[in-house]
């Protein structure tokens, strides 16, 4: 079964300085790969993807995210942070045997201090 | 563009009573899902929907009843609610998409309480 972790429950970071947000996968075949993020009593939003193509995925407000295959990673980075960004994070994985299902991580809270 | 909303927002009920809630979209997505989120587990699906009348268990299917008569409803039902059964409730939606999957677009979510 395809599943992901998110290693780090939450993720220290002052403004402006770069953040990454940790994913690692486990999948059987090739990986379809997402970033999601929720504020505050809010639903989640689509941040980005990784299908297939360049490793490096950028996708909305800044963020971008590193596909490795070798380290089975997707990796959520931005170069510089903002107060703003500040946020719950979850990385999800494509399950191929249900359609466009997804399996979630257990999320990772992203605080930026000022 | 309501795009897609749940109903309600917040909830309490008491253990064993029956509950519903409700989600509508208004894209005509094929696909509809149910997650809960509790603390530490993420998201967890509980049942998913890949057109009208088309329906099929998640990760966590008990205790739940879902139909889908028409595209834009995927309703949520527990039959008869436990405590456990306490967590946020989020619908979701998606094209059908192609090899490699579509997004997902989400409700609110509804918070739900069994005393």
């Known amino acids: 079964a395809q599943s992901v972790a998110q290693p780090e429950d939450q993720v220290n970071v002052a403004e402006g300085n770069p953040l990454t947000v940790k994913c690692t996968y486990s999948?059987?075949?090739?990986?379809?790969l997402f970033w999601y993020v929720q504020y505050p009593n809010r639903g989640l939003q689509f941040l980005l993807k990784?299908?297939?193509?360049?490793?490096l995925v950028k996708g909305s407000y800044g963020f971008e995210a590193e596909f490795n295959k070798s380290q089975t990673s997707f990796h959520l980075k931005k170069p510089s942070a903002l107060v703003s960004d500040s946020a719950l994070y979850f990385c999800?994985?494509?399950?191929?045997?249900?359609?466009?299902?997804?399996?979630f991580g257990a999320g990772t809270i992203l605080r930026v201090k000022s | 563009d309501a795009g897609i909303t749940q109903s309600p927002r917040y909830k309490i009920t008491e253990t064993g009573r029956q509950v519903t809630l409700m989600c509508h979209q208004t894209?005509?997505?094929?696909?509809m899902f149910w997650y809960r989120q509790d603390l530490g587990h993420g998201l967890r699906l509980i049942y998913y929907?890949?057109?009208?009348?088309?329906?099929d268990k998640g990760e966590v299917p008990d205790g739940y009843v879902v139909s889908r008569s028409k595209t834009e409803n995927f309703p949520l039902t527990l039959e008869s609610a436990t405590r456990s059964q306490t967590s946020v409730y989020f619908c979701?939606?998606?094209?059908?998409?192609?090899?490699?999957?579509?997004?997902?677009?989400f409700g609110s979510g509804t918070q739900l309480s069994v005393l």
């Open positions: 979701a939606s998606s094209e059908a998409g192609t090899v490699g999957g579509e997004k997902l677009f």
């Open positions: 999948v059987s075949g090739n990986p379809y």
């Open positions: 990784y299908i297939t193509g360049d490793n």
């Open positions: 999800a994985v494509r399950d191929m045997e249900y359609g466009n299902k997804l399996v």
């Open positions: 894209w005509s997505h094929s696909y």
């Open positions: 929907s890949a057109a009208a009348d088309i329906t």
